[in-house]
Each structure stands twice: as structure tokens, then as C-alpha cells.
């Protein structure tokens, strides 16, 4: 478990960082390490330069901006998990995100830029249809949650640009976080996982954003399950007849934790599960 | 003995400070003058041919001091099993690859990065071979594991009773006429008891110096038996065990995985000769799964059969066990303990017959319970099963066939085996009467009034441990050819200093299990001098009497009777030295508070100073006493021992998901005298974590290929705190009578008795549903494709 040899640098605010990124053949952003120093351990990854942005200050603040939070990209999965600012999506994914000593080391923009497919946050920002804002040596880009997971371990971050904050729209209604981990319960990597969003007006659901994790080769919107949930009175029977599409134009990936068949039915079962919660708390 | 608050007394681990604070010396922290780093060549394939090495491009990178392959070091000749049946290990791949992972070829470098970066620039060419990776398959032959061998079976262990071929006919035809009977029931159960990756939290690690100036090696390794770890260096390299010095530090975690000889402990001794540093290689967590063994890996079909009211008439175990490529130390023997417990503690006809079959897969060997829990978990299914199928309470079946406590002493159990001493019913009752089962009981009726999927499990066990006897030498089991012979018995040398403080010096080490403390207690108890002045000093094979190692929860029924004994010499002897000096008689001499005193005359008192004192300068002794106070004894039991106990599980299932909860955890267990409650509760509590960790979490998964699908902690998911219930232990005490202390072996009982009672405890919950069987791990994927084909098939 030994890296490559590397270079590495700490720079101290994100214009500096951008262009230490752009000058190597191969750069690695790295937030918290949590998964960047384990691949490198493992050699799955030998990055030519690490680019620390560790020691930026400013970074580790979650931001109300009136009409969005903005989650900067150094704030911790342990300070997501625990603001009152953040949607109750993504506030549960956090706090279901590794261990104790990683939720307090690792961050939720790093766990988002890295997009595991077995990862929580990830599903939650793409429910609550986020804003990815990357930093490069040329400037700021917005990207939005929709576009920016593209396939396993793989975003529409170019190699230059740093993911520099998550901005996710203070859209209203409720949302909520569901997953089987791998040990069981809301342990470990999601085996699969539902992020869901409502928007409730007149006693029906007028909007539904939904999001699975674990059981594909990316995190994906679950489109089917938000057409056939808006306009409903989201009743029990409503959230049942919807999840049932959960699975609809999703790729289902086979893995250690479950068979096609197993992932699609608990896909279909943990959307259900969130959509109940998300509507409760809209 | 002098005082009881000392033995059987809860007492503060004396080790923790320093393994608490990071301060305690493991073989990584060791570093010496001039040390190289070895890194490992590993195959990527489970069979293939090696065509060429090129180690060119390794060894022009600078800093690279070396590149070994077979060829440099075949003459040494391979590491023997001790049980050399199957195929031996070579020293490096020799000419055949035979799992992923096996070392081709060894780096010494300066730096550990750097002789990763070399390994990782030899190239080798493989032409792949076809490989035997399902065990089912491996058994039938078809396809060859080893060109050389007549057959991938490699041994067949078969008992009922164990060497005797009439009895044994006369049991099989007993348990077909049974089975022939119109009014008994048969119960059959497949199941897997799936391969585990055994994983300390220290991986192992050794360090190499040879000093050509003495001609001496000098060995650190993190290993449970570094005598034996001397002697094989010793006829290795055809020097004297007095040329070898091995220390094995603290060790982090055994678990059996450190029982054996590795190759990689006779390689760095090879490059450390060859060019003259000290050479390290510390096993990285990456590459353990596939160099140090793995454990469990059986499939096998345990059949019962017995009356409608619960007389069960006979039980068969017959099944395939999986070796893996090559045989390491105990590897066949592995199965063969499991024999030993078969019939658990039961009185019923016996035959069991188990396969010891080659995969291309990494070797299988001793691993926290060895043999005992695969061989526990089927028998305790099954009988689970046929208290389910005939309607009885699973205890009273349990109970009703119990080897009865008046058959001790002197009972044989129906595979053979001679067994010291047993009260089943007592610990079963214990359980069943506590106020924790009957609430467990009532919970999972209260649960399942509301709609939800409870269970609840129970699970008898018997052990076999404390290894001993002796005897187990002229199975062949003598480590004779680690060069160093010796018998399964224990040793302990104890030694007042000039200043009455105490040394003892003991033949096995820890590896967690608390022997410095332990053996305090025990010494304490004997000289009544407080435990803040006695050392354990261990795991150093120049210094420690010979001992043949920590493994079969044996250290303190075989090596701490020895030290028992040993401390009841030295006692005898002061009482003489302080007979003289209180000029009393010597028969009267008894000892306390940090001193002797004359029996019915407390005031006439002399001091353990005083005592040492005077030993040590003969002049002062009475006639005949010699100078000194050290004694040093050899315990050779006469038996192993025969723990057993009692466990019960409450756990929830989401049938939506398959999600299993483990909400409650009870055991009652009997490892007869107890030394420190709370080292044998810390004993339990990790075999409980071990045992269910294989129940709901851990599996070692290969593809068809021979991949390891679960080589890494990211995907082999090992138990931790946060998912087991708080324990509530119990025990009830059954002093063995084969050592003087009384006490039987707790490190394997938690492991032997947790598995099926998990298993047991989710069939229950899955009963109103139709399932029968789900094997282990009780991964969600599973617990739900049960539930699934269960609703098929209604």
C-alpha cells in the first residue's frame, strides 16, 4: 500500500491552486483524502501532482446566498450532516457517509466530485437539482447536477477545474434520504440508495425530483417516478404506483451486493421509502 | 492458595498502557542500521506457467539492492508443513503459479516505496492455465489441481469412532436403519460455511539480521510461535538453534493466521545472509488476503435422523473442505479438529467424512476456531431444523440428547474422543431459565403480533482446546520438521529476584489474549507478591523456555499450569528459607501480604525481601538448600480440554429488503475455572464479533477464474463495534480436572458457538414464510432471495 512517487503542493487560495492544476500532465484535486490517498495507496491512481486545497481559507463555510446554500468545497461530511440550512436529503446522506473519523475528515464536495457509484451525496445534490460551480485557471463554471455526473468515478469536470462549491437552490418543499448500506441498515456504501424531492401545492404534489444511488454506473434521476408522482395527492398508493418506475431507463449494475433483480427491487423500495418521507416533511 | 482475590479477581489489563498509548513494540516499529525493505512479485494469475522473469528493469533502478526468484534460493529447499500431505508451498513460484497472489519473486530495495516501484517493474510472462477454483468441481477430478498428484482429493478424515473401522460400520449401519424406520423423520441440510479472510489488525511482519561476525541470526517477527519460527531458520540454513534468536514483540492479532512458517520469515533471513543488512518485509493489507491463509471453506450436507418425540438416532457430516493450493502448517489437520467435535456433546451414533480437497486458491489453514465452527454450525442447524420439523422447543431437544453429566469422568464421545469434563444441561438451563431469553422470547412475539419478521436462535456448542495432550506428538504432529521436536506440552519458569520482585518467563505469548496479566494473577495467588511486582516476559526464544505457541486456546490450560506449577516450587522452597529463619517447621510456613508468617502466629512474620535475600546468598541457607529461587516446570496434559456453552440471539428482518438487525446477544459459557472474569469476557466478546462477523458480513468471494473478489476492506466487510449488540455474558463452571488450575481455553468458544445461533435465530424469523436455509453471510441479497424462492415455492 505503498503511492507512487508524487509531487505535492498546498496552495493558499483557489487562483493558486487552479494554476498548480494546470501545470501538470496529471493533477489530483485533494479535499479531505478519503478516497484520493486510497486509490493512490492502492495504485489504482498515481497522479503526477496532488494539488492540496486543504489549507485554503474560506472554503469549510456552509453559505446561505438568499436564494441557495452554498456548500464551499472544504466543509466536512460531519457539518453537512449537522446544518439546520442544509435539505434534509442531503443532510441524511452526509450523516450516513462513511464512519465517524471519515465524516469528520472528508468532505461532501470531494465525495461529490469523486462520484462513487455507491456514494450518498451524490443522489442528494442531483435530487435537489444543484449547481456544481468549478473554479479553473480560466475562470468560473457553472454545471448543473443534471449534466455533471457523466459515468463511474467520472464528472464534467475537466482536468483543469476545481469543484469549488455546491449551490443548491432554496427551492422549498421537502426531501429526505434512503438507502440500504452494504453492512446492513444506513452502514457502509449504499447497496442502493434513493435521494427524493417535493414540491406540494393545493394538497397535490406539484413537483418531484428523485435520485438513486448503488445500482447503476452513476447516479441518475429517476424521471419516471416524478411524472408519474406530479399531480398526484402523493398518497401511499400514489408513492407505490410511482416508485414502481423507478427503475426505468436506469442501467442496473450486478455487483458483490446484489443481483439486477435484487438492485431493482430496492431501488424501487427505497424510492418509496423517500418519496413517504420527503412528502411528510414538505 | 494463599489469597482468592488475586485468582478469579477482575483485573486491569497490565499490557494496555502501552498498547493504549501507542508506545508498544510491534516488529514494524523496529528498525536497524543499514535496513532494506522487501517488496513481493505477485501472480496475477490462479494457474499459469511462467515463461520468463526479467528483472532487468528492477535492478538498474538505483536503490534496488536485489531481485530473487526461485532459482536463487531452491536449494534451501521449501518451508515443510507440518502436516505434509498435499502440496508443499515453494519457496517462490517455481516454474507454476497456483493462486492469485502467490510470490514469484522477491525485491530488496533501500526504501519500501522503492522496492514496491521495483517489484512492480519485474516483468514476467505467464501462459495461463486453466483453473480448479469450485470446490464442487475440484472434487471430482476432472480437472487436475497438481499435474503431480494422483488427485485434487488430498485427504479423507472419517470418524464414528475415529480408527476403529468395525465401530464405525456398526454406526452407519445403525443410523441406515434408522433412516429405514417408519416412524422417525430425516432432516438434511446443504450448506456453505464460506471462506473467511482472518484479519489482525497488525498484518504480519518480520525483520531479518544475520551478524556474520557472530554467525547469528537475530529474527523479529509477529508471529503466535517463534520457537518453532527458530528452529525452521535453524535447519533452513543449517545452523544451530543457538545461531537463531527470535523475538516476537507485541503481536496484533493472531487469530491463527500467524500459526504458521511463512515463506516470506525464511526469504528476508535468505537476503538479510546474502547481503549483509537487515531486511524487513511488512505485509501490506492489500496483498494479506492472498499471502497469509485463509480459513473455514466448507460444503457440506449434515443429515439427521430421529424420533417424532425428539430421540434423535443418528447424524451424518459428510462434506468437501477446501485446502486451496498448497498445505502450510496444519492445513489437512484443519478438518480433523473438526472431527474432534462432530457430535458436539451428544450421545447419539455418529459418522462423519470430510474431503480435504485442492483449489487453486490460497491456502486454508487454522483460523479462529479451525475446524470446531464449521463442524458446530452444521450440527447445530440441523438439530435446529428437526426441532422445527417435529414441533419441539429446540432446548428440550438439545437436552434430551445431551451426553449426560454423570458420564463424567471417563465419557467417550461417539466419534471417539476421550473428554475431561461436562455439565451441558447446566449451561443450557442457565441460558434457557434467564430472564434475557424469556424476554427475548416475549419480544419476538410482541414483534411479530405487529406485522414484523422476528427470530429467535439458539445454539449449543462443545470445544476441543488447551492442546495437548502430549501425545498429539506420535500423530505427527511433533514440529520435528521446524527442527525443533517437542510435544503439546507447556512450560513456565518463575524466578524471585535478589530484591523479591518476579520474574516468569513463559513458553507462549500474547497475541491480545492478556498473559501478562494472567499469568501475574496466577504467580500472585501462589507467593502472595502483589502483581506490580511481577514481569511476564514471553515471545523471545532465547530467553523464554521452549513452548510450541499460542494457538487452540491453549496458553493457559497447558503453559499456565506449567507456570502454576513452577510457582508452587518456588513457594515450597521459601517456605524452607523462611521455616529456617523463623526457625518454625516448614509445614507450618504459610504466605500473605508480601511475606511468610507461622501458622497461628501472625506476629512471627519474615518478609518476601528478606526470603530473596537470603537465597541469594547460600551461606545463609540451611544445609542442603541450594542458592537462587527459580524454578522452571513442564505441564504435559493428559488431555485436551472441553469448553462449552450455551448461545441466543434475537434479531429483526425487513422483509422488504432482507436487512438483517441483530437486536440481542446472551450466552452462557463454561471454560471451567476462571482466572480474570473480565480477559475471559474480552475473550468472548472478540469471538462473538469473529462468529458473527462470518454469520451476517465477512466472505472471501473468488470468480471463476480465481480472482479475489473481496480483497480489499472495502469489500470484505468485517464486523465492528457499531454493528453488534451489547453482549450479556453468563457462565456456569466446570473445572476441567486434567490441570491443576481448573481452567479449559476461552479464545475460540465466542467464534465456535455465534455463527448458527445467528443463522438459527433469522430461520426462525423466516419460518412463518416457508424458509428453511439461508447460508452465510446473511447479506441482504440473500435473506431476500430466500424470502423470494420461499414465496415461489408456496
Same mark, same amino acid.
Given at each position: 500500500?505503498?503511492?507512487?512517487?508524487?509531487?505535492?503542493?498546498?496552495?493558499?487560495?483557489?487562483?493558486?491552486?487552479?494554476?498548480?492544476?494546470?501545470?501538470?500532465?496529471?493533477?489530483?484535486?485533494?479535499?479531505?483524502?478519503?478516497?484520493?490517498?486510497?486509490?493512490?495507496?492502492?495504485?489504482?491512481?498515481?497522479?503526477?501532482?496532488?494539488?492540496?486545497?486543504?489549507?485554503?481559507?474560506?472554503?469549510?463555510?456552509?453559505?446561505?446566498?438568499?436564494?441557495?446554500?452554498?456548500?464551499?468545497?472544504?466543509?466536512?461530511?460531519?457539518?453537512?450532516?449537522?446544518?439546520?440550512?442544509?435539505?434534509?436529503?442531503?443532510?441524511?446522506?452526509?450523516?450516513?457517509?462513511?464512519?465517524?473519523?471519515?465524516?469528520?475528515?472528508?468532505?461532501?464536495?470531494?465525495?461529490?466530485?469523486?462520484?462513487?457509484?455507491?456514494?450518498?451525496?451524490?443522489?442528494?445534490?442531483?435530487?435537489?437539482?444543484?449547481?456544481?460551480?468549478?473554479?479553473?485557471?480560466?475562470?468560473?463554471?457553472?454545471?448543473?447536477?443534471?449534466?455533471?455526473?457523466?459515468?463511474?468515478?467520472? #464528472?464534467?469536470?475537466?482536468?483543469? *477545474?476545481?469543484? @469549488? $462549491?455546491?449551490? /443548491?437552490?432554496?427551492? !422549498?418543499?421537502? %426531501? &429526505?434520504? =434512503?438507502?440500504?448500506?452494504?453492512?446492513?441498515?444506513?452502514?457502509?456504501?449504499?447497496?442502493?440508495?434513493?435521494?427524493?424531492?417535493?414540491?406540494?401545492?393545493?394538497?397535490?404534489?406539484?413537483?418531484?425530483?428523485?435520485?438513486?444511488?448503488?445500482?447503476? #454506473?452513476?447516479?441518475?434521476?429517476? *424521471?419516471?417516478? @416524478? $411524472?408519474?408522482? /406530479?399531480?398526484?395527492? !402523493?398518497?401511499? %398508493? &400514489?408513492? =407505490?404506483?410511482?416508485?414502481?418506475?423507478?427503475?426505468?431507463?436506469?442501467?442496473?449494475?450486478?455487483?458483490?451486493?446484489?443481483?439486477?433483480?435484487?438492485?431493482?427491487?430496492?431501488?424501487?423500495?427505497?424510492?418509496?421509502?423517500?418519496?413517504?418521507?420527503?412528502?411528510?416533511?414538505? | 492458595?494463599?489469597?482468592?482475590?488475586?485468582?478469579?479477581?477482575?483485573?486491569?489489563?497490565?499490557?494496555?498502557?502501552?498498547?493504549?498509548?501507542?508506545?508498544?513494540?510491534?516488529?514494524?516499529?523496529?528498525?536497524?542500521?543499514?535496513?532494506?525493505?522487501?517488496?513481493?512479485?505477485?501472480?496475477?494469475?490462479?494457474?499459469?506457467?511462467?515463461?520468463?522473469?526479467?528483472?532487468?528493469?528492477?535492478?538498474?533502478?538505483?536503490?534496488?539492492?536485489?531481485?530473487?526468484?526461485?532459482?536463487?534460493?531452491?536449494?534451501?529447499?521449501?518451508?515443510?508443513?507440518?502436516?505434509?500431505?498435499?502440496?508443499?508451498?515453494?519457496?517462490?513460484?517455481?516454474?507454476?503459479?497456483?493462486?492469485?497472489?502467490?510470490?514469484?519473486?522477491?525485491?530488496?530495495?533501500?526504501?519500501?516505496?522503492?522496492?514496491?516501484?521495483?517489484?512492480?517493474?519485474?516483468?514476467?510472462?505467464?501462459?495461463?492455465?486453466?483453473?480448479?477454483?469450485?470446490?464442487?468441481?475440484?472434487?471430482?477430478?476432472?480437472?487436475?489441481?497438481?499435474?503431480?498428484?494422483?488427485?485434487?482429493?488430498?485427504?479423507?478424515?472419517?470418524?464414528?469412532?475415529?480408527?476403529?473401522?468395525?465401530?464405525?460400520?456398526?454406526?452407519?449401519?445403525?443410523?441406515?436403519?434408522?433412516?429405514?424406520?417408519?416412524?422417525?423423520?430425516?432432516?438434511?441440510?446443504?450448506?456453505?460455511?464460506?471462506?473467511?479472510?482472518?484479519?489482525?489488525?497488525?498484518?504480519?511482519?518480520?525483520?531479518?539480521?544475520?551478524?556474520?561476525?557472530?554467525?547469528?541470526?537475530?529474527?523479529?517477527?509477529?508471529?503466535?510461535?517463534?520457537?518453532?519460527?527458530?528452529?525452521?531458520?535453524?535447519?533452513?540454513?543449517?545452523?544451530?538453534?543457538?545461531?537463531?534468536?527470535?523475538?516476537?514483540?507485541?503481536?496484533?492479532?493472531?487469530?491463527?493466521?500467524?500459526?504458521?512458517?511463512?515463506?516470506?520469515?525464511?526469504?528476508?533471513?535468505?537476503?538479510?545472509?546474502?547481503?549483509?543488512?537487515?531486511?524487513?518485509?511488512?505485509?501490506?493489507?492489500?496483498?494479506?488476503?492472498?499471502?497469509?491463509?485463509?480459513?473455514?471453506?466448507?460444503?457440506?450436507?449434515?443429515?439427521?435422523?430421529?424420533?417424532?418425540?425428539?430421540?434423535?438416532?443418528?447424524?451424518?457430516?459428510?462434506?468437501?473442505?477446501?485446502?486451496?493450493?498448497?498445505?502450510?502448517?496444519?492445513?489437512?489437520?484443519?478438518?480433523?479438529?473438526?472431527?474432534?467435535?462432530?457430535?458436539?456433546?451428544?450421545?447419539?451414533?455418529?459418522?462423519?467424512?470430510?474431503?480435504?480437497?485442492?483449489?487453486?486458491?490460497?491456502?486454508?489453514?487454522?483460523?479462529?476456531?479451525?475446524?470446531?465452527?464449521?463442524?458446530?454450525?452444521?450440527?447445530?442447524?440441523?438439530?435446529?431444523?428437526?426441532?422445527?420439523?417435529?414441533?419441539?422447543?429446540?432446548?428440550?431437544?438439545?437436552?434430551?440428547?445431551?451426553?449426560?453429566?454423570?458420564?463424567?469422568?471417563?465419557?467417550?464421545?461417539?466419534?471417539?474422543?476421550?473428554?475431561?469434563?461436562?455439565?451441558?444441561?447446566?449451561?443450557?438451563?442457565?441460558?434457557?431459565?434467564?430472564?434475557?431469553?424469556?424476554?427475548?422470547?416475549?419480544?419476538?412475539?410482541?414483534?411479530?403480533?405487529?406485522?414484523?419478521?422476528?427470530?429467535?436462535?439458539?445454539?449449543?456448542?462443545?470445544?476441543?482446546?488447551?492442546?495437548?495432550?502430549?501425545?498429539?506428538?506420535?500423530?505427527?504432529?511433533?514440529?520435528?520438521?521446524?527442527?525443533?521436536?517437542?510435544?503439546?506440552?507447556?512450560?513456565?519458569?518463575?524466578?524471585?529476584?535478589?530484591?523479591?520482585?518476579?520474574?516468569?518467563?513463559?513458553?507462549?505469548?500474547?497475541?491480545?489474549?492478556?498473559?501478562?496479566?494472567?499469568?501475574?494473577?496466577?504467580?500472585?495467588?501462589?507467593?502472595?507478591?502483589?502483581?506490580?511486582?511481577?514481569?511476564?516476559?514471553?515471545?523471545?526464544?532465547?530467553?523464554?523456555?521452549?513452548?510450541?505457541?499460542?494457538?487452540?486456546?491453549?496458553?493457559?490450560?497447558?503453559?499456565?499450569?506449567?507456570?502454576?506449577?513452577?510457582?508452587?516450587?518456588?513457594?515450597?522452597?521459601?517456605?524452607?528459607?523462611?521455616?529456617?529463619?523463623?526457625?518454625?517447621?516448614?509445614?507450618?510456613?504459610?504466605?500473605?501480604?508480601?511475606?511468610?508468617?507461622?501458622?497461628?502466629?501472625?506476629?512471627?512474620?519474615?518478609?518476601?525481601?528478606?526470603?530473596?535475600?537470603?537465597?541469594?546468598?547460600?551461606?545463609?541457607?540451611?544445609?542442603?538448600?541450594?542458592?537462587?529461587?527459580?524454578?522452571?516446570?513442564?505441564?504435559?496434559?493428559?488431555?485436551?480440554?472441553?469448553?462449552?456453552?450455551?448461545?441466543?440471539?434475537?434479531?429483526?428482518?425487513?422483509?422488504?429488503?432482507?436487512?438483517?438487525?441483530?437486536?440481542?446477544?446472551?450466552?452462557?459459557?463454561?471454560?471451567?475455572?476462571?482466572?480474570?472474569?473480565?480477559?475471559?469476557?474480552?475473550?468472548?466478546?472478540?469471538?462473538?464479533?469473529?462468529?458473527?462477523?462470518?454469520?451476517?458480513?465477512?466472505?472471501?468471494?473468488?470468480?471463476?477464474?480465481?480472482?479475489?473478489?473481496?480483497?480489499?476492506?472495502?469489500?470484505?466487510?468485517?464486523?465492528?463495534?457499531?454493528?453488534?449488540?451489547?453482549?450479556?455474558?453468563?457462565?456456569?463452571?466446570?473445572?476441567?480436572?486434567?490441570?491443576?488450575?481448573?481452567?479449559?481455553?476461552?479464545?475460540?468458544?465466542?467464534?465456535?458457538?455465534?455463527?448458527?445461533?445467528?443463522?438459527?435465530?433469522?430461520?426462525?424469523?423466516?419460518?412463518?414464510?416457508?424458509?428453511?436455509?439461508?447460508?452465510?453471510?446473511?447479506?441482504?441479497?440473500?435473506?431476500?432471495?430466500?424470502?423470494?424462492?420461499?414465496?415461489?415455492?408456496?
Amino acid at each position: 500500500m505503498f503511492p507512487r512517487s508524487f509531487e505535492y503542493v498546498a496552495p493558499a487560495d483557489l487562483a493558486e491552486a487552479a494554476e498548480a492544476l494546470a501545470s501538470a500532465e496529471f493533477a489530483k484535486v485533494m479535499s479531505g483524502g478519503m478516497s484520493l490517498i486510497p486509490m493512490m495507496k492502492l495504485r489504482l491512481l498515481s497522479p503526477d501532482l496532488v494539488v492540496d486545497i486543504g489549507k485554503i481559507r474560506g472554503l469549510d463555510q456552509i453559505e446561505d446566498r438568499g436564494d441557495a446554500i452554498a456548500i464551499g468545497a472544504l466543509v466536512r461530511h460531519a457539518q453537512t450532516a449537522a446544518s439546520d440550512a442544509v435539505p434534509a436529503a442531503l443532510r441524511t446522506a452526509a450523516a450516513w457517509t462513511g464512519d465517524t473519523q471519515v465524516r469528520n475528515r472528508g468532505t461532501t464536495v470531494g465525495s461529490v466530485a469523486h462520484a462513487d457509484i455507491a456514494a450518498d451525496q451524490p443522489a442528494a445534490v442531483l435530487a435537489l437539482g444543484a449547481t456544481m460551480v468549478a473554479r479553473s485557471a480560466s475562470g468560473t463554471r457553472e454545471i448543473p447536477a443534471d449534466e455533471f455526473f457523466v459515468d463511474a468515478l467520472t #464528472t464534467a469536470l475537466e482536468p483543469g *477545474e476545481i469543484l @469549488a $462549491e455546491i449551490r /443548491i437552490p432554496k427551492a !422549498g418543499g421537502g %426531501s &429526505a434520504y =434512503e438507502k440500504l448500506g452494504r453492512r446492513g441498515g444506513h452502514t457502509d456504501y449504499a447497496v442502493a440508495g434513493a435521494a427524493a424531492w417535493v414540491q406540494r401545492s393545493n394538497g397535490s404534489i406539484s413537483d418531484c425530483r428523485v435520485a438513486l444511488t448503488g445500482v447503476g #454506473t452513476k447516479p441518475t434521476l429517476a *424521471e419516471g417516478v @416524478a $411524472e408519474a408522482l /406530479i399531480g398526484t395527492d !402523493g398518497s401511499a %398508493s &400514489a408513492v =407505490e404506483a410511482a416508485a414502481a418506475r423507478a427503475t426505468e431507463g436506469v442501467t442496473l449494475l450486478e455487483d458483490l451486493y446484489g443481483s439486477e433483480e435484487y438492485k431493482a427491487h430496492l431501488a424501487k423500495v427505497m424510492t418509496a421509502r423517500a418519496l413517504t418521507q420527503a412528502i411528510a416533511n414538505a | 492458595m494463599s489469597t482468592t482475590s488475586v485468582l478469579g479477581g477482575v483485573v486491569k489489563r497490565r499490557e494496555d498502557p502501552a498498547l493504549i498509548q501507542g508506545t508498544g513494540l510491534y516488529v514494524d516499529d523496529v528498525k536497524l542500521p543499514g535496513m532494506l525493505y522487501a517488496a513481493f512479485v505477485r501472480s496475477p494469475f490462479a494457474h499459469a506457467r511462467i515463461t520468463s522473469i526479467d528483472a532487468s528493469a528492477a535492478l538498474a533502478m538505483e536503490g534496488v539492492e536485489a531481485v530473487y526468484t526461485i532459482d536463487d534460493v531452491r536449494h534451501l529447499g521449501p518451508v515443510l508443513a507440518q502436516v505434509p500431505i498435499g502440496k508443499v508451498r515453494p519457496l517462490l513460484a517455481d516454474g507454476v503459479v497456483n493462486h492469485v497472489g502467490e510470490a514469484v519473486a522477491m525485491v530488496v530495495a533501500k526504501d519500501r516505496y522503492l522496492a514496491r516501484d521495483a517489484a512492480d517493474a519485474v516483468e514476467v510472462d505467464y501462459e495461463p492455465l486453466p483453473a480448479v477454483v469450485d470446490l464442487k468441481e475440484a472434487a471430482t477430478d476432472q480437472r487436475k489441481v497438481h499435474d503431480d498428484l494422483e488427485s485434487n482429493i488430498l485427504m479423507t478424515w472419517e470418524a464414528g469412532p475415529f480408527g476403529d473401522p468395525d465401530a464405525m460400520a456398526e454406526t452407519r449401519r445403525k443410523i441406515d436403519e434408522a433412516k429405514a424406520r417408519d416412524d422417525t423423520v430425516v432432516v438434511s441440510i446443504e450448506a456453505v460455511n464460506q471462506r473467511l479472510i482472518g484479519t489482525a489488525i497488525e498484518p504480519r511482519a518480520v525483520l531479518a539480521d544475520w551478524n556474520p561476525g557472530y554467525g547469528r541470526f537475530t529474527v523479529y517477527s509477529s508471529t503466535q510461535i517463534p520457537h518453532a519460527l527458530a528452529g525452521a531458520i535453524a535447519k533452513t540454513f543449517g545452523v544451530t538453534y543457538n545461531d537463531v534468536h527470535v523475538v516476537a514483540p507485541e503481536v496484533g492479532g493472531g487469530f491463527g493466521l500467524k500459526l504458521n512458517i511463512y515463506n516470506d520469515e525464511i526469504l528476508v533471513a535468505f537476503a538479510s545472509q546474502k547481503l549483509g543488512h537487515p531486511v524487513k518485509y511488512t505485509e501490506s493489507r492489500r496483498e494479506s488476503p492472498n499471502s497469509t491463509i485463509q480459513g473455514r471453506g466448507w460444503i457440506a450436507t449434515a443429515t439427521l435422523v430421529g424420533t417424532r418425540d425428539g430421540e434423535i438416532l443418528g447424524y451424518e457430516l459428510h462434506g468437501l473442505c477446501d485446502m486451496g493450493a498448497y498445505s502450510q502448517n496444519f492445513t489437512v489437520a484443519i478438518p480433523f479438529l473438526g472431527v474432534f467435535v462432530a457430535s458436539g456433546q451428544y450421545k447419539f451414533p455418529t459418522h462423519v467424512k470430510l474431503d480435504c480437497v485442492a483449489t487453486h486458491t490460497m491456502t486454508t489453514d487454522a483460523y479462529r476456531g479451525a475446524g470446531r465452527p464449521e463442524a458446530i454450525y452444521y450440527l447445530e442447524r440441523v438439530i435446529d431444523a428437526y426441532a422445527r420439523k417435529i414441533g419441539m422447543d429446540p432446548a428440550e431437544v438439545r437436552r434430551k440428547n445431551y451426553i449426560p453429566a454423570d458420564a463424567f469422568p471417563g465419557a467417550i464421545s461417539p466419534v471417539g474422543f476421550a473428554m475431561d469434563t461436562g455439565d451441558y444441561a447446566k449451561a443450557l438451563d442457565a441460558l434457557v431459565e434467564s430472564d434475557g431469553y424469556r424476554e427475548m422470547l416475549a419480544e419476538r412475539d410482541r414483534m411479530r403480533a405487529e406485522g414484523k419478521l422476528a427470530g429467535v436462535g439458539l445454539s449449543t456448542y462443545v470445544e476441543v482446546c488447551g492442546f495437548g495432550p502430549s501425545g498429539l506428538v506420535d500423530l505427527g504432529f511433533s514440529w520435528s520438521e521446524y527442527g525443533a521436536p517437542s510435544a503439546f506440552s507447556g512450560s513456565g519458569l518463575v524466578r524471585v529476584n535478589p530484591d523479591s520482585t518476579v520474574t516468569v518467563i513463559i513458553g507462549t505469548g500474547p497475541s491480545g489474549q492478556g498473559h501478562q496479566t494472567t499469568w501475574s494473577q496466577i504467580v500472585a495467588d501462589q507467593l502472595g507478591i502483589p502483581l506490580e511486582r511481577i514481569r511476564v516476559i514471553h515471545g523471545d526464544s532465547e530467553e523464554s523456555p521452549f513452548g510450541v505457541g499460542t494457538f487452540g486456546s491453549r496458553s493457559a490450560a497447558v503453559d499456565g499450569s506449567a507456570t502454576f506449577e513452577a510457582a508452587q516450587k518456588v513457594r515450597a522452597k521459601a517456605a524452607k528459607i523462611a521455616a529456617h529463619l523463623l526457625e518454625a517447621s516448614e509445614e507450618d510456613i504459610q504466605f500473605a501480604d508480601g511475606g511468610a508468617f507461622v501458622a497461628g502466629s501472625p506476629d512471627q512474620t519474615v518478609s518476601w525481601e528478606e526470603i530473596a535475600t537470603v537465597a541469594y546468598q547460600p551461606h545463609r541457607l540451611p544445609e542442603g538448600v541450594e542458592g537462587g529461587l527459580e524454578a522452571h516446570a513442564i505441564f504435559s496434559p493428559a488431555n485436551a480440554t472441553w469448553p462449552f456453552g450455551a448461545h441466543a440471539a434475537l434479531v429483526e428482518v425487513d422483509g422488504d429488503t432482507g436487512d438483517v438487525r441483530l437486536l440481542r446477544y446472551i450466552t452462557v459459557d463454561d471454560c471451567g475455572n476462571v482466572i480474570n472474569p473480565m480477559i475471559v469476557d474480552g475473550q468472548i466478546h472478540g469471538g462473538l464479533a469473529q462468529g458473527i462477523g462470518q454469520a451476517m458480513f465477512e466472505e472471501a468471494v473468488y470468480d471463476a477464474d480465481g480472482n479475489l473478489l473481496t480483497g480489499s476492506l472495502l469489500d470484505y466487510v468485517l464486523p465492528t463495534a457499531a454493528d453488534l449488540p451489547s453482549f450479556e455474558l453468563h457462565r456456569t463452571v466446570t473445572p476441567s480436572d486434567i490441570n491443576p488450575l481448573g481452567v479449559k481455553g476461552i479464545g475460540e468458544a465466542g467464534t465456535i458457538g455465534s455463527a448458527q445461533t445467528v443463522v438459527n435465530a433469522v430461520v426462525d424469523a423466516l419460518e412463518p414464510l416457508g424458509v428453511e436455509h439461508v447460508d452465510m453471510p446473511l447479506r441482504p441479497k440473500r435473506v431476500w432471495q430466500a424470502i423470494q424462492d420461499a414465496k415461489g415455492g408456496n
